[in-house]
């Protein structure tokens, strides 16, 4: 049964740092490009950030360039989110999910999806 299972998620204030991290099981997160997307109360998702399969290669959406740092470790079957700079437009719920291949040119496609972590970027 593959899964996906956000965490790190929090109260943080403007210019802060958070650290989220995306543990699977049930499949070979390798064979997979890992992607982190976000949806804001009354908002459409939208996607942040991705890496390819071997940690080779990443993408970024212009809202979160310089600020945001997308890592794997694929031997402790981990994604992860450093999120620094943060701001409050940055608050949403987190979530990561797994796309079947080597790269991250698009943000569709994904297999497997989990359940989400909130940030919450406020004074």
């Known amino acids: 049964q593959p899964q996906l299972v956000e965490s790190g998620g929090g109260l943080v204030q403007p210019g802060g740092s958070l650290r989220l991290s995306c543990d699977a099981s049930g499949f070979r997160l390798d064979y997979y490009a890992i992607g982190w997307f976000r949806q804001a109360p009354g908002k459409e998702r939208e996607g942040v950030a991705c890496?390819?399969?071997?940690?080779?290669?990443?993408t970024y959406a212009d809202s979160v360039k310089g600020r945001f740092t997308m890592s794997r470790d694929n031997a402790k079957l981990t994604a992860y989110l450093q999120m620094n700079s943060l701001k409050p437009e940055d608050t949403a719920n987190y979530y990561c999910?797994?796309?079947?291949?080597?790269?991250?040119?698009?943000?569709?496609?994904?297999?497997?999806w989990g359940q989400g972590t909130l940030v919450t970027v406020s004074s």
């Open positions: 890496i390819s399969s071997g940690g080779g290669s990443t």
């Open positions: 999910a797994a796309r079947y291949g080597t790269s991250c040119r698009y943000w569709s496609g994904y297999d497997y």
